[in-house]
T-cell receptor, first 111, second 114 residues
Framework: QKEVEQNSGPLSVPEGAIASLNCTYSDRGSQSFFWYRQYSGKSPELIMF????GDKEDGRFTAQLNKASQYVSLLIRDSQPSDSATYLC???????????FGRGTSLIVHP | DTGVSQNPRHKITKRGQNVTFRCDPISEHNRLYWYRQTLGQGPEFLTYFQNEAQLEKSRLLSDRFSAERPKGSFSTLEIQRTEQGDSAMYLC????????????FGPGTRLTVT
């Protein structure tokens, strides 16, 4: 069974700091990796995806992938209170179109 | 592109009643997914369609759950004889054609079974 593990948190960081969110996965055949942001009571919103080893940057967000270690992370630079949400990691591939989600990490950015 | 839409947004029902939810995916997205999410958990996969074909259904899904996607457009999810344990947020997501796996979620339908 494919597993995606995330620390549930909460991760608390001060405004302006870098928030680092981590995710590990069990299926070595995984090919695609996603980060979703979910505000309380709302549905998940796709913010980043990464397919290749290394870093991918989009604005204040950087996704980092290390397939050898089966590890993907999300860095949020210059964190803002509006970034306070749960961040879900999802992993797909290996012949299936069905992503597996982690439980999410709660991020709190305090002023 | 108006995004994924779901109706109703909220549903309160009594135990034992049947409920049906609707999802309209992003136009030209050929893959459609249903998930269930409870507090503190990630989305739990229920079922998946590619065009009109239901290609996979979670082993955890009881026979009380059924889904359709006639003509490969909108989809419906029906829960028969609802139980209190069915109370959750029901999420629909769609994915574009091709090899990408990214999903775009609708706003969800929150079900409360009393």
């Amino acid at each position: 069974q494919k597993e995606v593990e995330q620390n549930s948190g909460p991760l608390s960081v001060p405004e302006g700091a870098i928030a680092s969110l981590n995710c590990t996965y069990s299926d070595r055949g995984s090919q695609s990796f996603f980060w979703y942001r979910q505000y309380s009571g709302k549905s998940p919103e796709l913010i980043m995806f990464i397919y290749s080893n290394g870093d991918k940057e989009d604005g204040r967000f950087t996704a980092q992938l290390n397939k050898a270690s089966q590890y993907v992370s999300l860095l949020i630079r210059d964190s803002q209170p509006s970034d306070s949400a749960t961040y879900l990691c999802a992993v797909a591939g290996g012949g299936s179109y069905i992503p597996t989600f982690g439980r999410g990490t709660s991020l709190i950015v305090h002023p | 592109d108006t995004g994924v839409s779901q109706n109703p947004r909220h549903k309160i029902t009594k135990r034992g009643q049947n409920v049906t939810f609707r999802c309209d995916p992003i136009s030209e997205h050929n893959r459609l997914y249903w998930y269930r999410q409870t507090l503190g958990q990630g989305p739990e996969f229920l079922t998946y369609f590619q065009n009109e074909a239901q290609l996979e259904k979670s082993r955890l899904l009881s026979d009380r759950f059924s889904a359709e996607r006639p003509k490969g457009s909108f989809s419906t999810l029906e829960i028969q004889r609802t139980e209190q344990g069915d109370s959750a947020m029901y999420l629909c997501a769609s994915s574009p054609k091709g090899g990408s796996y990214e999903q775009y979620f609708g706003p969800g339908t929150r079900l409360t079974v009393t």
